[in-house]
């Protein structure tokens, strides 16, 4: 009661002396410093690369020299071009496809509801993280050796690398199923196979279409990089041309490529839209793979007449011709629209694997080249480089890292905040921001970075700001779906005190979203370190580029140990990630 | 006689510190009609679920059709399985399948392999199919998906699917559970007239004992996972029906309506005094015995 009095000011004071501080448990604050070490490593590592507006004037400069001395951009002939394009999408969808199938009895054992055992659920879980970790550039590289033509290095390359992600969003969809389903199928004496056939396939099929589509996309950006190491498409085209420093065709390959995934973006999220709105994908797929086992329906008397006797004595109004009238399922739109789907995928994925002409033969030759070119990788060697170039390099390619995922935070905390719903002031500009990232989201960023890299000729600057715009698309969401996932009662109450909207936003909605923040921040991180690595490859300077030197002076050994140093980077940053999690729960 | 469909013997079934079943002794002849009573809790599903081998006891014998249930596995479990029908409380049908497929797996245990899409079953099967959707009154709605019925029609595709494994004993976990009292009504009745139809052994878990008395043969109580009443309902009393409240249900409130309701009801039945009398001597039933022992 006294405490609703007024009181005189110095009681106050000797009130706050009373409270209790907060006791900060060490860790906390370790992690604390952690993060303040790694964002002023990010901000020193911005200022290093030299991101200024007078950099940027400068490297306008540059672009309006490169495009004087190249002309005009120029295109490869039609035939050339559409039969370019198809390798390519064939080559992914085939890559894609591949990994897909793999995927199942991995996300099998690797999903907590269907393994058999903790053994057989590390064995899948190994498997991911061990496809995941290999680049796929290093996989194109191996592969090329043992296959000395044609498409199948790229094909397994993107086949196997894309194991650990599909196979790890395969078994998420696979432990969020109703195990009702399941359950039935069991107490009906069903085998483990059918219940995962009738009781869980039908359930977790659409979510795995997105999963393959959505991969698909990826791979396709990444084909251009694949190029670079001799897979077969648009990527070695471009490649080939920047290398005869033929800049105009390079260009015009570049640009194709940039167009043909924002196309593929739209077509693949069109058929998610429309796969995931209503209709059972399930049954039709089903339809397809049965429909080509089994051969047309039996129609003769026979079959008739064993059915009939067959049918169970009791019926209820329906006499046996009434069922067989029902047994012909009428074609109403639903299985018009489902027969169409599948032969339509039928057919894109019959040409899709017709295209890339596989040399099938080399799959059972293969097998005697592994230990030679195994041989060739083993033992890692830094070969001629010396230890302080190799750290340089990495240190290099970290730093774009960093600094690309600094700058994509924090436009993406500006952007993804006005894109979450509860943040927003209204509804216009909600959309706006949702649009704008899904905008930034569809441009493949290292198609951009290569643009940017020839263009203007600056290394890792360019690719540094064609990785942060590609971030912003990804992280903005991220940071957007979090802030809507906010418990809205603190949000409610503060609004009842009377607060502004920004201080409604400061005090009540972002301290709840910094958790998210962290994690998110991390996980870009791991993002931006592959692709910095790659943005060597293409130019931009940092291991990638020693990566693809080694790779092309067929000094294997070192291309060992730099896919080494960079693993032993990314779990540094991944266990960091693991300990900020508990820490800031 | 011959010998019990399902004889259950000191069964027990403990999840970690909590026992959930505590020396269960359940009988049942062919051709029973069986309610497993008792609240939310009780022991009913986990004893249903030991029947059909979806649970291993701790200790105990199951024996379901001359089987002892826990030694079975793999084939020669399924091939149990599949001779009983189990009806859920949530239907489990696939939501995205059409409700002519939810019925055909049913008849996966018969099948070799797994199946995908209807024209994976044989015609036969398909056709058998459409003659228990007609049975339960849905032969419309075969290639709808299961997900577009309303839950009472789902519950009747569950059934359709349970029949299509042509079983011997059919097992309901709180069948209507998920219902409104119509669909509820007309989905008890259903699995009453399939039982006489096709000489079903039926046993069937329930909560709601008004429904129990009217629809049962005979009312097994379980409460927290003893049997604590095992009586046929056929003349039952007033004093014995309250004995049943008494025993299975807790909340006074439910007492006290049902005790309204008898006695608009107990009206009708004072007209035969004589039966009454025998069945309340009758009653002075064993497991009353057992439980005034302990």
Request: aromatic residues 6%.
């Amino acid at each position: 009661m006294t405490a609703l009095a007024p009181a005189a000011a110095p009681k106050l004071e000797s009130i706050a002396a009373r409270a209790p501080r907060r006791r900060a448990s060490p860790e906390r604050i370790a992690a604390g410093l952690t993060i303040v070490a790694l964002v002023a490593a990010s901000v020193w590592a911005l200022v290093d690369i030299d991101v200024s507006i007078a950099g940027i004037v400068d490297s306008w400069g540059n672009a309006e020299r490169f495009f004087e001395r190249v002309g005009t951009i120029t295109f490869p002939e039609p035939a050339e071009l559409v039969s370019l394009t198809a390798l390519t999408l064939g080559l992914v969808l085939t890559g894609t496809l591949l990994a897909a199938v793999i995927s199942v009895p991995v996300a099998y054992l690797a999903a907590g509801n269907t393994t058999p055992g903790p053994a057989w659920r590390a064995i899948g879980r190994f498997i991911t993280v061990l496809t995941r970790a290999v680049p796929d550039i290093v996989l194109a590289m191996a592969f090329a050796l043992m296959f000395t033509l044609g498409s199948l290095p790229g094909i397994l390359a993107i086949g196997i690398h894309s194991v650990g992600m599909i196979a790890k969003l395969f078994a998420d969809a696979i432990e969020q199923i109703d195990e009702g389903p399941r359950l039935a199928v069991r107490a009906a004496g069903g085998s483990k196979l059918q219940e995962f056939t009738s009781g869980i396939l039908p359930q977790v099929l659409p979510s795995w279409i997105a999963t393959v589509l959505h991969r698909f996309d990826i791979n396709l950006r990444h084909s251009v990089v694949l190029g670079y190491v001799g897979v077969a498409g648009l990527g070695l085209e471009m490649s080939h041309a920047f290398k005869s420093l033929n800049y105009s065709l390079g260009i015009g390959i570049a640009i194709v490529m940039f167009v043909l995934c924002v196309v593929m973006e739209i077509v693949s999220s069109l058929i998610r839209r429309a796969m995931l709105g209503a209709q059972p994908t399930g049954r039709g797929l089903g339809d397809r793979f049965v429909r080509r086992v089994t051969s047309a329906r039996p129609r003769t008397r026979s079959t008739v007449a064993d059915a009939s006797a067959d049918a169970p004595a009791k019926v209820g109004a329906a006499s046996p011709a009434d069922l067989q009238a029902v047994l012909r399922r009428p074609w109403d739109g639903t299985r018009i629209r489902n027969v169409a789907w599948l032969w339509g995928a039928a057919a894109v994925i019959v040409a899709g694997v017709a295209v890339c002409d596989i040399h099938w033969a080399d799959l059972v030759t293969v097998w005697a080249k592994v230990p030679a070119v195994a041989v060739q990788f083993w033992p890692p060697s830094f070969g001629s480089y010396d230890w302080a170039t190799m750290s340089a390099a990495l240190t290099e390619t970290i730093a774009v890292a960093l600094a690309a995922t600094l700058l994509s935070f924090v436009f993406s905390l500006v952007i993804g905040s006005f894109a979450a719903r509860n943040v927003a002031p209204n509804g216009g500009i909600r959309s706006g921001a949702r649009l704008l990232l899904v905008g930034i989201r569809g441009v493949p960023e290292v198609i951009l970075a290569i643009l940017l890299i020839v263009i203007t000729g600056l290394g890792s600057q360019a690719g540094m700001i064609a990785l942060a715009f590609g971030g912003v698309g990804l992280l903005g969401k991220l940071i957007a779906d979090s802030f809507e996932e906010v418990a809205r009662g603190p949000e409610r109450a503060l609004v009842a005190t009377g607060a502004t909207r920004l201080q409604v936003y400061a005090s009540a909605t972002f301290p709840q979203g910094v958790p998210a923040l962290i994690g998110h921040g991390f996980y870009l991180i791991d993002t931006n370190l592959r692709a910095a690595t790659v943005l060597g490859i293409v130019g931009g300077g940092g291991i990638g580029y020693y990566l693809l030197n080694a790779g092309q002076g067929s000094n294997y050994d070192v291309v060992t140990s730099i896919v080494l140093m960079i693993l032993v980077v990314q779990l540094v940053f991944e266990g960091l990630a693991v300990w900020m999690r508990r820490v800031f729960r | 006689m011959s010998t019990p469909i399902i004889q259950v013997a000191g069964l027990d079934k403990s999840f970690g510190r909590t026992m959930a079943l505590d020396g269960v002794e359940l009988t049942v002849d062919r051709g029973e009609i069986v309610v497993l009573l008792g609240l939310s809790g009780s022991g009913k599903s986990t004893l249903l679920r030991h029947l059909d081998g979806l649970e291993r006891p701790t200790s105990g014998s199951v024996r379901v059709l001359g089987e002892e249930v826990p030694s079975l596995s793999g084939r020669r479990l399924r091939r149990l399985r599949s001779r009983v029908g189990f009806v859920f409380q949530q239907f489990e049908l696939v939501p995205s399948l059409t409700v002519l497929e939810n019925v055909l797996t049913g008849a996966l245990a018969g099948l070799r392999g797994p199946r995908l899409g209807l024209w994976s079953y044989r015609r036969a099967q398909r056709l058998a199919a459409l003659g228990h959707l007609d049975r339960v009154g849905l032969l419309d709605r075969a290639y709808q998906r299961a997900d577009t019925l309303s839950g009472g029609q789902q519950q009747r595709v569950a059934i359709a699917r349970a029949l299509m494994q042509e079983p011997e004993i059919l097992l309901a976990d709180e069948p209507v559970a998920s219902l409104d009292p119509e669909s509820s009504e007309q989905v008890m009745a259903l699995i009453r007239e399939i039982a006489a139809d096709a000489g079903l052994t039926v046993v069937c878990s329930l909560h709601q004992v008004d429904l129990a008395l009217g629809w049962g043969d005979r009312i097994v109580g379980l409460r927290h996972g003893r049997v604590v009443l095992d009586t046929a309902t056929e003349g039952l009393g007033k004093a014995e029906v309250m004995e049943i409240y008494g025993r299975v249900a807790t909340a006074t409130s439910e007492l006290e309506a049902i005790e309204r309701e008898l006695a608009a009801t107990s009206a009708a039945t004072e007209a035969s005094p004589g039966l009454r009398d025998a069945d309340a001597d009758a009653d002075a039933d064993p497991a009353l015995a057992d439980e005034g022992a302990r």
